[in-house]
């Protein structure tokens, strides 16, 4: 637990040069936000959003009205995430949250909704995890919390790592060197989180990159069952 709050400390300030993101990771995020399927006006939880490195795409997705509220327990790694979003301007259409996953409240993120917004319930319409929920270790606490922000009908993605398979099984070594410098575990595939709560499995969608390491699954789930 110290070494992984380390990692996301004082690793801040190198994680957008250092995650692999350009040759790598970006892949991954196009891909799960793409499967989104966002509107404009759309509102989306980022759940471990880290630096920040998914909101140019979800406000672009979301333009010209949508927002963003990103969900991360380390401070140093939001102070990233909010000097990306004052350099951008984007004050009025993102808002961070500091708090554990495993113990998100939802009334929290309904009123960074609200104030964001300017009214309505609060609830999000969409909820995306990059490279995250295989870092949190209580997983499934964390997605049962971050389901809870949403409105029926929303739609979350889960883009995250495992090994590559087929060609690209050489590099598995590279890709299981990258996921324990970040603390993730890359057995926990917890896309499947999201394939089992899908409200119809015919709204579950996967895309693969780079050999498979990334997978992205999007689908339609059910927040009601979740006590807000
Ligand atoms: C590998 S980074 C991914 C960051 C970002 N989603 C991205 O795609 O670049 C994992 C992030 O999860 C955050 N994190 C780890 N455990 C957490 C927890 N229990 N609650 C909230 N955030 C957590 C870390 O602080 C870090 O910012």
Redesign the pocket.
């Known amino acids: 637990m110290a070494a992984?709050m380390r990692r996301?400390g004082v690793g801040a300030r190198w994680y957008d040069v250092l995650?692999g993101e350009r040759p790598v990771?970006r892949a991954g995020?196009q891909a799960g936000i793409a499967l989104l399927a966002l509107s404009p006006g759309d509102c989306v939880v980022?759940l471990?959003?880290?630096?920040g490195?998914?909101f140019a795409l979800l406000l672009e997705a979301t333009a010209p009205s949508g927002i963003v509220i990103g969900?991360?327990?380390?401070p140093d790694?939001l102070a990233m995430a909010q000097r990306r979003v004052d350099r951008e301007g984007w004050g009025g259409r993102v808002r961070l949250i500091r708090?554990?996953?495993?113990e998100l409240l939802s009334e929290a993120v309904a009123q960074a909704v609200i104030e964001l917004r300017g009214g309505g319930d609060g609830r999000a319409d969409a909820l995306l995890?990059?490279?995250?929920l295989s870092?949190?270790?209580?997983r499934e606490e964390?997605w049962r919390r971050a389901r809870a922000t949403l409105r029926p009908g929303a739609r979350a993605s889960i883009v995250d790592m495992q090994p590559p398979h087929g060609f690209w099984r050489v590099l598995s070594p590279l890709a299981r060197l990258a996921c324990a410098t970040?603390g993730?575990d890359i057995s926990a595939r917890p896309w499947r989180m999201l394939e089992r709560d899908a409200v119809d499995p015919s709204s579950v969608r996967r895309v693969e990159r780079k050999g498979g390491h990334i997978v992205a699954v999007a689908a339609t789930v059910s927040a009601s069952d979740v006590p807000r």
């Open positions: 992984l996301y995650s990771y995020r980022d471990g959003c880290g630096t490195l998914n969900v991360d327990r380390s790694m708090a554990d996953a495993a995890a990059t490279y995250a870092v949190i270790t209580e964390a970040g993730a």
